[in-house]
């Protein structure tokens, strides 16, 4: 393992992330020299840097000895050559095979033999890049995200040929920055814009069909999945075009493999210009005065019911039962086999990832979606089944009575929040099955690469793994699209799941 603590760095490319990445490395006392083919964009970014690091030492976020000693360590330089004596070199680039491929051939005759050369490259294939270098074995992935600085997650990806030692010894380095580095293999997407690809497609799956409004996904998947930003208001940040592009890229990576098969919905968008933030109009208007859209729940018709029972798996989640329990309506509970809560006729039972109107034995039925937080819930997702007005009154009086309010939906298998979590801890198995990462490494990359409030594992967890798998056959099945294919990983976890169950019963019983 190489000690880097006093490496010398270069960054080449003074774009959105080689400025970034800049800054950090000459933050944490690195000499950093700062290249880019074009000096007018490299005078640019230290002339922003500069603003941007006054502007902080006014705020008082950081002193002014900082702001000197930051500056004091980045150089700006105009010839490869004067990189020469560097021992790491982090590439950030335009994103085109072909100019990295000759950007590293160029550096591999410049620097020295043990001189480590990365590429922050956010999706292709480091084995490819590191293929026309003498010596492919010091190449490396190291993935920043968008703001470098800010952002915690550092990807560090190993190719074909890749030392694993300069993995370590990066990683070592990441930290010293206090980043948060996961390890992966040079697969496509990586671990993040890979495992993310389910949160998009599902969002624009529901939109697809109908399902619901762009603002009413959003404001479930905010409130009910504990999402920061639901799919719409995200990719209108990232850009409708940026979004598009990376799903594309993973989606022909892997061969046309139809879990990433981009949305036909977003292609709309990217057709008519409608990018997102950056051009005013996306799924959203931000041209209106009211640029954060917001769906407000409307006033619901309640009508008290004559009885409310509470049976089975319902009073195994204490939080939703301290909830029900705050009730002023009277509420029976008992242990019944069912897992419902019934409404004088009307059963409302957690979605399993079946479609209600697939249903035929005209029960009245009403599915709920998952919530992160019963605690605090505000609203929660529903959908019906052979329910009229009078019904859903009673249905609504019952959540209302606990400061809930529903959102009503489409029929929707798995409905919103449960299916998109069942989507993206598939995609986190198939990503382990396939050696690309650890479990722990990616549920670190979803927190904190993109702000996710849990990592799918840990949801998987939370809701466990029969669930998850249960709802995946369903809407597998519904489909019959290979898409929702569960993943032999996700079953195994499953199986591992029962077993230790059935372990700790055996055990209670014998006890
Ligand atoms: N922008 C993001 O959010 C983001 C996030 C993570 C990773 N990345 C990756 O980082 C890399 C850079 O992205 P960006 O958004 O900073 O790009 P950018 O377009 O903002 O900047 C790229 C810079 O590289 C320079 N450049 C191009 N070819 C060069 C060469 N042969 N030698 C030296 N300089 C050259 C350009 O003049 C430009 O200043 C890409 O590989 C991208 O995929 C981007």
């Known amino acids: 393992m190489r000690d880097l603590s006093q490496a010398k760095v270069a ?50 976020k950081i002193s002014q000895a900082e702001y000197d000693a930051t500056l004091a360590h980045l150089v700006v330089v105009d010839h490869i050559e004067q990189l020469a004596d560097r021992d790491l070199v982090i590439e950030a680039i335009v994103e085109k095979l072909e100019v990295k491929q000759a950007l590293f051939s160029q550096l591999a005759n410049v620097c020295a033999e ?3 050369l990365a590429s922050n490259t956010s999706s292709i294939s480091i084995t490819a890049i590191a293929a026309k270098v003498p010596q492919p074995e010091r190449v490396i992935g190291l993935h920043f995200f968008n703001p470098a600085p800010v952002m915690k997650l550092v990807e ?18 990441m930290l010293a920055w206090k980043k948060v580095p996961v390890s992966a293999k040079s697969t496509p997407g990586f671990i993040v814009n890979r495992v993310a690809r389910p949160f998009y497609a599902e969002g624009l799956r529901a939109l697809q069909e109908q399902v619901t409004r762009p603002e009413v996904l959003d ?19 990232i850009g409708q075009d940026v979004n598009f ?3 594309q890229s ?30 005013g109009q996306g799924f959203y208007n931000y041209q209106a005065a009211e640029v954060s859209p917001q769906y407000v729940p409307i006033a619901l018709q309640s009508i008290t019911p004559q009885q409310i029972q509470v049976h089975g798996a319902w009073l195994a989640q204490p939080e939703f039962l301290a909830r029900l329990q705050q009730s002023s309506l009277k509420l029976e509970f008992s242990a019944a086999q069912q897992d419902a809560i019934v409404v004088d006729d009307i059963q409302i039972m957690l979605t399993d990832g079946s ?12 599915f709920m979606d998952w919530h992160h937080a019963w605690d605090k819930a505000k609203a929660i997702a529903l959908s019906a089944y052979a329910c009229d007005e009078t019904d859903l009154a009673k249905v609504n009086a019952l959540f209302l009575s606990i400061n809930v309010t529903p959102v009503w939906l489409h029929d929707h298998a798995g409905l919103l929040c449960l299916r998109t979590i069942a989507c993206l801890v598939n995609e986190a198995c ?7 990462a650890t479990e722990q490494d990616i549920d670190s990359a979803m927190k904190y690469g993109v702000n996710y409030p849990m990592g799918p594992f840990a949801w998987a967890e939370k809701i466990s793994y029969n669930t998850i798998l249960k709802t995946l056959e369903n809407v597998y099945r519904i489909y019959a699209e290979e898409k929702y294919r569960p993943s032999l990983y996700l079953r195994k976890k499953a199986a591992l799941e029962t077993a230790q169950q059935q372990k700790l019963m055996d055990y209670r019983q014998a006890g």
């Open 11 to 60: 960054v080449i490319g003074a774009g959105t992330m080689g400025v970034g990445i800049a800054q950090l490395a000459a933050t944490y006392g690195h000499s950093t020299y700062l290249y880019d083919v074009d000096a007018t964009r490299t005078q640019a970014a230290l002339d922003g840097l500069r603003q941007q690091l006054a502007a902080r030492v006014a705020k008082g």
């Open 114 to 116: 043990d001189t480590i």
């Open 156 to 173: 560090i990806i190993c190719g074909l040929q890749t030392e694993a030692t300069l993995a370590s010894s990066l990683h070592g380095l």
């Open 219 to 237: 404001y479930v998947l905010r409130e009910c999945g504990g999402f920061a930003m639901g799919p719409c208001q995200l990719t209108d940040l």
């Open 245 to 247: 592009s990376v799903t």
């Open 250 to 279: 993973v989606y022909r990576a892997f061969y046309d493999e139809p879990r990433y098969r981009p949305s036909l919905v977003q292609q709309e968008l990217v057709d008519a210009g409608f990018l997102g933030r950056k051009t």
């Open 355 to 366: 479609s209600l109107q697939l249903q035929v034995d005209g029960q009245k039925r009403v």
């Open 430 to 436: 198939e990503t382990v099955l396939h050696g690309v």
